[in-house]
């Protein structure tokens, strides 16, 4: 009897050093699960940068300039200085061209300045970086048909022509302008275009008439 006493408060002992042992698990697994949610509970409050944000002047255009933001390239140059470069690089000076023109635009991504300068019948054409001034390109020509002139003793000179087409852009002068003669199936003209405060305007001229056949006009 006293044997089998024994042995059951040895079971009942066991029973309860075996329930205290799962109390004390299932209080660690509580405590590991609550750590573990707690870390997943801070998780999304950290912050992320989206690619929108860390850009910091948006898409590129094809003009070169940042769509959304400031242009990539500022013009340090100024035409007159442009100019100044291009005629001291061809070794003339202002008072003999017959013809300028100066153009500010973008190439690939980059401001240039394009110059075409005439004497006569030669054409200097110039490309400087609008920010350095340094000469990205260089060109030189002779086009012969700007020394024709008329056979015809009856048909305008040049510089009748040129007076006539002139009168249709106030403020435009000589040098603005690039008239040649020649002869188009037969029928003698005068044609050319006139480029002036950022227009282009191109024309032909009946040589004999002085009637003018096409007019058109577009941003240069």
Same mark, same amino acid.
């Given at each position: 009897?006293?044997?089998?006493?024994?042995?059951?408060?040895?079971?009942?002992?066991?029973?309860?050093?075996?329930?205290?042992?799962?109390?004390?698990?299932?209080?660690?697994?509580?405590?590991?699960?609550?750590?573990?949610?707690?870390?997943?509970?801070?998780?999304?409050?950290?912050?992320?940068?989206?690619?929108?944000?860390?850009?910091?002047?948006?898409?590129?255009?094809?003009?070169?300039?940042?769509?959304?933001?400031?242009?990539?390239?500022?013009?340090?140059?100024?035409?007159?200085?442009?100019k100044e470069i291009a005629l001291a690089d061809a070794d003339l000076t202002e008072d003999e061209l017959t013809g300028i023109?100066?153009?500010?635009?973008?190439?690939?991504?980059?401001?240039?300045?394009?110059?075409?300068?005439?004497?006569?019948?030669?054409?200097?054409?110039?490309?400087?970086d609008a920010a350095s001034g340094a000469i990205l390109e260089s060109d030189y020509e002779v086009d012969r048909e700007y020394?024709?002139?008329?056979?015809?003793? @009856?048909?305008?000179?040049?510089?009748?022509?040129?007076? /006539? $087409?002139? !009168?249709?852009? +106030?403020?435009?002068? %000589?040098?603005?302008?690039?008239?040649?003669?020649?002869? @188009?199936?037969?029928?003698?003209?005068?044609?050319?275009? /006139? $480029?002036? !405060?950022?227009? +282009?305007?191109?024309? %032909?001229?009946?040589?004999?008439?002085?009637?003018?056949?096409?007019?058109?006009?577009?941003?240069?």
């Amino acid at each position: 009897m006293k044997r089998r006493q024994m042995i059951l408060s040895a079971v009942a002992a066991g029973m309860i050093f075996a329930g205290a042992f799962q109390s004390g698990a299932v209080a660690v697994m509580a405590e590991q699960s609550a750590a573990e949610s707690g870390i997943r509970a801070k998780a999304p409050q950290q912050s992320t940068t989206s690619d929108a944000d860390a850009g910091s002047g948006g898409t590129e255009t094809e003009n070169g300039q940042s769509r959304g933001g400031a242009a990539k390239q500022t013009a340090e140059l100024t035409e007159e200085q442009a100019k100044e470069i291009a005629l001291a690089d061809a070794d003339l000076t202002e008072d003999e061209l017959t013809g300028i023109r100066v153009k500010l635009d973008w190439d690939d991504g980059r401001l240039i300045y394009e110059v075409d300068m005439y004497v006569d019948a030669e054409e200097y054409s110039y490309e400087l970086d609008a920010a350095s001034g340094a000469i990205l390109e260089s060109d030189y020509e002779v086009d012969r048909e700007y020394d024709n002139v008329p056979s015809d003793p @009856d048909a305008l000179t040049k510089e009748e022509a040129s007076a /006539i $087409v002139l !009168e249709k852009v +106030e403020g435009a002068t %000589e040098k603005d302008l690039r008239i040649k003669y020649e002869l @188009d199936d037969g029928r003698e003209i005068y044609e050319g275009d /006139i $480029v002036y !405060e950022q227009r +282009e305007y191109e024309f %032909e001229l009946n040589a004999k008439t002085g009637e003018l056949l096409e007019w058109s006009e577009e941003k240069y």
